[in-house]
């Protein structure tokens, strides 16, 4: 089944087995070639916390945030807003950013991730650690690139996972290079319609 444009539904991160993060997003396109779902500056979001519920900072070892028990709290996706371009299939997501603002086109940023999975409160997926940003102009660098290390030195990937990730990231810096879709495409103008709200978090939310 797919979704309808304006539906509001989740889009979910999956940690071995377990829920770790929730978007609620809004469906701007949903076809048989890509999706493309917006998550809107301000929405409420569930987000992995550490155990006594503090917030899972970036200057926090990547290791001790590995071993901590997976515990997920209420957060807010604050400043920009991101539309979410992922084709069927593949293990990346182009995500476009701009401030909330004044709707200022900010760049591009490379999610890398399993490839999207139907589910009936939207989709889910799982984080593949690396990232890469884009700026507006196309040039791009590696983001997280520490943590993708560290996230193999802890056994979160294996050898063949890491080389399957980064021939992946690989195909994406292809497309960023030859400013393929949807760099530089119509997309980079796209708005939400004005009547949209914050969508929700819905009932069921933390259902494997
Ligand atoms: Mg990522």
Redesign the pocket.
């Known amino acids: 089944m797919r979704w309808a444009k304006r539906d509001s539904i989740v889009l979910r991160n999956r940690r071995g087995g377990r829920i770790s993060y929730v978007f609620p997003v809004r469906v701007v396109e949903d076809g048989p070639d890509f999706s493309a779902l917006h998550l809107a500056a301000g929405t409420t979001v569930k987000q992995r916390v550490m155990p006594d519920g503090s917030p899972f900072t970036h200057d926090i070892p990547y290791a001790e945030k590995h071993e901590a028990p997976l515990r997920v709290g209420d957060g807010t996706w604050r400043e920009n807003s991101v539309l979410m371009l992922t084709r069927t299939g593949e293990a990346h997501s182009f995500w476009a950013f701009w401030r909330d603002e004044d709707w200022k086109f900010l760049g591009w940023y490379v ?3 399993a490839p999207l999975e139907r589910t009936p409160l939207g989709f889910d997926s799982s ?5 890469i940003t884009v700026e507006p102009d196309g040039s791009w660098e590696w ?2 690139e520490d943590e993708f290390e560290d996230a193999q030195s802890v056994g979160r990937f294996t050898k063949d996972e890491a080389n399957e990730i980064l021939a992946e990231a690989e195909r994406a810096t292809s497309k960023i290079r030859n400013r393929e879709w949807p760099l530089g495409s119509e997309w980079e103008k796209w708005t939400p319609e004005p009547e949209w709200t914050l969508p929700k978090i819905p009932e069921g939310w933390d259902r494997p």
């Open positions: 999610n890398l991730q984080d593949h650690v690396l990232d983001k997280d």
